[in-house]
């Protein structure tokens, strides 16, 4: 089974995406935030291994590399975008056992992308994607909270009924 990537282009998806354009009217800091957050759900559920890349010249401090909520962040070097720093991480990520997604709607990255050996999700698909991981999270709490309930712990069936069979026992 490939490993997969997914390479954000972060402030593309943060332009793209209307809850994340409408949040960095007022704080690009937040979008961003919440974008890593996002992805590091997406992370979780998919399996895939994220890298979000972000242009220097938006934030202070260049040409970092640091983790929030096991997601890479990219910070390029200055006078490098994140186009840059994108194509060369299709081609260092690239193999046999690794399938490598880029998630951009820039038609020309995403034809570099391709041209690579790497794969295009736009940043709507992206988008839907995420839909759906956040449906599949919302199940999940909500299965959990339909669990049996034991003082303020959530267990399952199957242990609330080894507890019930032992309790007539003993009793």
């Given at each position: 089974?490939?490993?997969?990537?997914?390479?954000?282009?972060?402030?593309?998806?943060?332009g793209d995406w209307p809850e994340l354009k409408r949040l960095k009217?007022?704080?690009?800091?937040?979008?961003?935030?919440?974008?890593?957050?996002?992805?590091?759900?997406?992370?979780?559920?998919?399996?895939?291994?994220?890298?979000?890349?972000?242009?220097?010249?938006?934030?202070?401090?260049?040409?970092?590399?640091?983790?929030?909520?096991?997601?890479?962040?990219?910070?390029?070097?200055?006078?490098?975008?994140?186009?840059?720093?994108?194509?060369k991480l299709v081609s260092q990520l690239k193999n046999v056992e690794?399938?490598?997604?880029?998630?951009?709607?820039?038609?020309?990255?995403?034809?570099?992308?391709?041209?690579?050996?790497?794969?295009?999700?736009?940043?709507?698909?992206?988008?839907?994607?995420?839909?759906?991981?956040?449906?599949?999270?919302?199940?999940?709490?909500?299965?959990?909270?339909?669990?049996?309930?034991?003082?303020?712990?959530?267990?399952?069936?199957?242990?609330?009924?080894?507890?019930?069979?032992?309790r007539r026992n003993d009793g």
């Amino acid at each position: 089974m490939k490993k997969e990537i997914v390479l954000v282009d972060g402030y593309n998806i943060i332009g793209d995406w209307p809850e994340l354009k409408r949040l960095k009217q007022q704080s690009l800091t937040e979008a961003r935030d919440l974008l890593i957050a996002k992805m590091a759900e997406y992370q979780a559920v998919t399996g895939r291994r994220v890298i979000i890349v972000f242009d220097a010249h938006m934030v202070p401090g260049t040409g970092s590399k640091n983790a929030h909520h096991r997601v890479e962040v990219v910070y390029t070097r200055e006078r490098e975008t994140a186009d840059e720093r994108i194509e060369k991480l299709v081609s260092q990520l690239k193999n046999v056992e690794t399938q490598v997604y880029v998630a951009t709607s820039d038609f020309i990255e995403q034809s570099v992308t391709f041209g690579s050996g790497g794969l295009r999700t736009s940043a709507r698909e992206l988008r839907v994607q995420m839909d759906d991981v956040e449906n599949h999270i919302t199940e999940r709490v909500s299965r959990v909270q339909k669990e049996t309930r034991h003082g303020n712990r959530v267990i399952s069936k199957e242990l609330a009924e080894f507890f019930e069979k032992k309790r007539r026992n003993d009793g």
